[in-house]
């Protein structure tokens, strides 16, 4: 277990940008790292996800609007926003998972094995 803590969430209107932060305490040192999110009465969804090499993936809700990245340590991940929308409205949740594979890019929750609290994003229209 890694002990994760995400900030950065808010209110915005639609259209605004917002930039979530998400640092492994301890600057423990991870192969895969992603966002996750979900709104109040749905499943949670994953978001983007990047592994220790560089590669990302994105749901396609969010693709072209969002990009995920990361400080050279591999310690802290980012998740900027831009071009927001109400539909976008959740709780974000940062995970690291042991797989710097095809198995961190999918976005399946299972593959993750350390979570943070969540950080709330609210996008007004």
């Known amino acids: 277990q890694v002990p994760l803590v995400e900030s950065g969430g808010g209110s915005v209107q639609a259209g605004g940008s917002l930039r979530l932060s998400c640092a492994a305490s301890g600057g423990v040192y991870t192969y895969c790292m992603a966002w996750f999110r979900q709104a109040p009465g749905k499943e949670r969804e994953g978001v983007a996800a990047?592994?220790?090499?560089?590669?990302?993936s994105y749901a396609d809700s969010v693709k072209g609007r969002f990009t995920i990245s990361q400080d050279n340590a591999k310690t802290t991940l980012y998740l900027e926003m831009n071009s927001l929308k109400p539909e976008d409205t959740a709780m974000y949740y940062c995970a690291t998972g042991p797989y710097s594979d095809y198995r961190c890019l999918s976005l399946i929750g299972h593959r993750y094995t350390s979570w943070g609290q969540g950080t709330q994003v609210t996008v007004s229209s």
């Open positions: 990047i592994t220790i090499n560089g590669g990302t």
